[in-house]
């Protein structure tokens, strides 16, 4: 498999498309920040939870289900709550919601021992319409219209609607359908295939065709991270060739964008500045 997985998922997501997430879901926050692999990414063993957002009061954990949840489910949620609580960086508190395309929106409670219970929300998709969401894109496709960042994200979520099998030919056409779409931004793009990877990783039974998609995947996400550095390289030399047009010294350009002064010196002879 793609040794892309924990380091690379969602390292790339914006804000706002995090945010459709939440739209989705019927979620308010006016700050929204994906967590990364450090803070997604414990204890591996155990601790693997699919998406953690940073909201205005709350650390959510997100989990993606195509399948009823049960206790084995709840047990481990609760692990992922606890860890999450015990290593977070800010004093809000930690809770989970389930994006299900199989049940109902309900409150589950799990009872953990005499004492306590555990609590989480189900959010129910199950009215989902997944030939009515490919369609819509297919039709702005064919229109040479650009869908927005919600029908995108909508049609990651379409193979977690469907069971068996079709699964597979649901993500194969999902991805397909992506990879047409010319006018993503990397975040979108990165959101979206990340929702497919985690259910192709997930649900997807078959080792051979899981390891397929995914390693399918994990090379599409690799190119996304590299423009995504390589942007970020191309934005930093160009804010250096403005200091140094304006006349401050590679020393003081070096100290001020914290990039080796062998750098700056390296781009200022390239400039010829």
Known sequence: ????????????????????????????????????????????????PDLILDLDDENLIVEFQSTKVGDDFSRRAHSYVAITDQHKENDKEVNLVVLSTDEDSKIVEYKCNKLNSF??????LNNLSSSEIINNVETKLKNKEIPTSKDVILLSLVPLSKKGKNIVEYIYKVVKLIYKLKNLSISQLELALGILWLTTDKFVEDDLERNNICDRLGDRMSLIDEYGENKYRAGMEQIIVNFLKSGDEPEIIAEKSCIPLDKVLEIKERHNL
């Open 1 to 48: 498999m793609a040794e892309f997985q924990e380091d690379m998922l969602f390292k790339n997501v914006a804000d706002v498309d995090a945010r459709i997430l939440l739209d989705i879901m019927g979620i308010e926050s006016q700050n929204v920040k994906v967590w990364t692999k450090e803070l997604r990414q414990i204890d591996p063993t155990t601790y693997k």
């Open 119 to 124: 609590k989480y929300t189900v959010i129910g």
